[in-house]
């Protein structure tokens, strides 16, 4: 499904329980703007290759843009639209004052050397330089771009800007103004949230088993905070297949086999990323891309509890069916909020040039988690028989429209 669709469907179906204007609903929709960008670069070889970017900006009523950059080959409009609009949705959920962007450029970063991806990387960096900033709009990293990207472009804007402007972006390196804490945060925050799940549902995540898709830095977190707390990971794989394990699998000798293969086949007993999705799992957390659980293979899936670290993992037809047969499926904008929350922390002490020790970003990631677990659960009970999701977005939409009701938007 398109992810433009996927986002309007989600937001129409929320907006009618709570009987939202159809003009408010009509205005979210659309983005407050979205730029395209020609990217011409000089390859190692001396040719000129011209790719194209883009930076979305959602909704900006409760404060600056927020939202990574992806390179991927499939980047378009539509994909950064979407993820830029659930992106105002997750920050709304957890209540930090930001509102929603994304960015990205059509690109396989596979396929560059790093002299070209930084020279991209600038590029790219100048032709959105003037709707970006640490007022304005901060990026962050996403698929396939991470803390040396986001030194590059820091680097960049303060070049323009004549002096070191370490606000511009968040999950950068340390020694440039980023957070301890910040690489882990997504990761630990689907670990806190499927965590309070097992609490809310009454059982003990040591007597649990879980199958995640995706082992790149999110899976990975997710997986070593989770097996930290007890539970029993099974399960994971990357683009290139999964392992499987019903014993546990060891999930740090994991990481170091996949760093010196550049996959986690081979680790145990080898199964695909199609059968890793229907396991009998009592957990499974989609941590990879969009659109994996469609209608298509839905029931297939066997896991009790579906965890969305990924954006847009499940379509609504799949979330639909999975609503009656799961007993629970938690939503991206609440579960893998925990990396825009510890940007924030990160956006924040860079404003104030005063910097966190990881215990207190870990403790204050922790404490804003389980209150939008709490947010969210109190919100579902208050409408009884509703999604999660549908919770979530509903307890976001309160949150931004009470925000274009006080700037005089929509009295």
């Given at each position: 499904?398109?992810?433009?669709?996927?986002?309007?469907?989600?937001?129409?179906?929320?907006?009618?329980?709570?009987?939202?204007?159809?003009?408010?609903?009509?205005?979210?929709?659309?983005?407050?703007?979205?730029?395209?960008?020609?990217?011409?670069?000089?390859?190692?070889?001396?040719?000129?290759?011209?790719?194209?970017?883009?930076?979305?900006?959602?909704?900006?009523?409760?404060?600056?843009?927020?939202?990574?950059?992806?390179?991927?080959?499939?980047?378009?409009?539509?994909?950064?639209?979407?993820?830029?609009?659930?992106?105002?949705?997750?920050?709304?959920?957890?209540?930090?004052?930001?509102?929603?962007?994304?960015?990205?450029?059509?690109?396989?970063?596979?396929?560059?050397s790093?002299?070209?991806?930084?020279?991209?990387?600038?590029?790219?960096?100048a032709?959105?330089?003037?709707?970006?900033?640490?007022?304005?709009?901060?990026?962050?990293?996403?698929?396939?771009?991470?803390?040396r990207?986001?030194?590059?472009?820091?680097?960049?804007?303060?070049?323009?800007?004549?002096?070191?402007?370490?606000?511009i972006?968040?999950?950068?390196?340390?020694?440039?103004?980023?957070?301890?804490?910040?690489?882990?945060?997504?990761?630990?925050?689907?670990?806190?949230?499927?965590?309070?799940?097992?609490?809310?549902?009454?059982?003990?995540?040591?007597?649990?088993?879980?199958?995640?898709?995706g082992?790149?830095?999110?899976?990975?977190?997710?997986?070593?905070?989770?097996?930290?707390?007890?539970?029993?990971?099974?399960?994971?794989?990357?683009?290139?297949?999964?392992?499987?394990?019903?014993?546990?699998?060891?999930?740090?000798?994991?990481?170091?086999?996949?760093?010196?293969?550049?996959?986690?086949?081979?680790?145990?007993e080898?199964?695909?990323?199609?059968?890793?999705?229907?396991?009998?799992?009592?957990?499974?957390?989609?941590?990879?891309?969009?659109?994996?659980?469609?209608?298509?293979?839905?029931?297939?899936?066997?896991?009790?509890?579906?965890?969305?670290?990924?954006?847009?993992?499940?379509?609504?037809e799949?979330?639909e069916?999975?609503?009656?047969?799961?007993?629970?499926?938690?939503?991206?904008?609440?579960?893998?909020?925990?990396?825009?929350?510890?940007?924030?922390?990160?956006?924040?002490?860079?404003?104030?040039?005063?910097?966190?020790?990881?215990?207190?970003?870990?403790?204050?990631?922790?404490?804003?988690?389980?209150?939008?677990?709490e947010?969210?659960?109190?919100?579902?009970?208050?409408?009884?028989?509703?999604?999660?999701?549908?919770?979530?977005?509903?307890?976001?939409?309160?949150?931004?429209?009470?925000?274009?009701?006080?700037?005089?938007?929509?009295?």
């Amino acid at each position: 499904m398109n992810p433009y669709e996927m986002a309007c469907i989600q937001l129409e179906r929320a907006a009618e329980m709570i009987n939202l204007r159809e003009d408010i609903v009509e205005y979210l929709k659309v983005p407050d703007r979205v730029i395209e960008v020609k990217i011409p670069v000089k390859m190692d070889d001396g040719r000129i290759e011209v790719f194209t970017g883009y930076r979305a900006q959602h909704c900006g009523i409760r404060g600056p843009y927020k939202g990574g950059i992806r390179y991927h080959p499939n980047v378009n409009r539509d994909e950064v639209v979407a993820l830029a609009m659930w992106m105002t949705w997750k920050c709304a959920v957890v209540n930090i004052p930001f509102g929603g962007g994304k960015g990205g450029v059509r690109v396989d970063p596979k396929k560059l050397s790093e002299s070209e991806l930084e020279r991209l990387t600038r590029r790219y960096t100048a032709a959105i330089l003037p709707i970006i900033g640490p007022e304005r709009d901060i990026p962050a990293p996403d698929l396939y771009t991470d803390e040396r990207v986001m030194a590059w472009i820091m680097d960049t804007y303060s070049v323009y800007r004549g002096y070191a402007v370490p606000g511009i972006v968040t999950g950068k390196p340390v020694e440039l103004g980023g957070s301890l804490g910040r690489k882990s945060a997504t990761g630990r925050g689907v670990a806190i949230i499927t965590r309070e799940v097992a609490k809310l549902l009454g059982e003990e995540l040591k007597n649990l088993t879980v199958a995640i898709q995706g082992f790149g830095n999110v899976g990975y977190y997710a997986a070593k905070t989770l097996s930290e707390m007890g539970a029993k990971i099974v399960a994971v794989s990357d683009s290139k297949g999964g392992v499987l394990n019903w014993e546990g699998l060891d999930i740090e000798a994991l990481f170091e086999h996949k760093k010196r293969s550049g996959s986690v086949l081979n680790f145990a007993e080898n199964i695909t990323n199609e059968e890793l999705l229907s396991l009998d799992v009592d957990i499974l957390i989609p941590a990879a891309i969009e659109n994996v659980i469609t209608k298509d293979n839905v029931r297939d899936v066997k896991a009790r509890i579906i965890v969305e670290a990924a954006n847009g993992p499940v379509t609504p037809e799949a979330e639909e069916y999975l609503d009656k047969k799961c007993e629970l499926v938690v939503p991206d904008i609440l579960a893998n909020a925990g990396g825009v929350v510890v940007s924030y922390f990160e956006w924040v002490q860079d404003l104030e040039r005063y910097f966190w020790d990881e215990e207190r970003v870990n403790s204050e990631l922790e404490r804003i988690m389980v209150r939008a677990f709490e947010d969210v659960v109190k919100t579902k009970n208050e409408f009884g028989e509703i999604l999660m999701r549908d919770a979530a977005m509903i307890l976001a939409l309160r949150r931004v429209v009470k925000a274009l009701e006080l700037r005089g938007i929509f009295p």
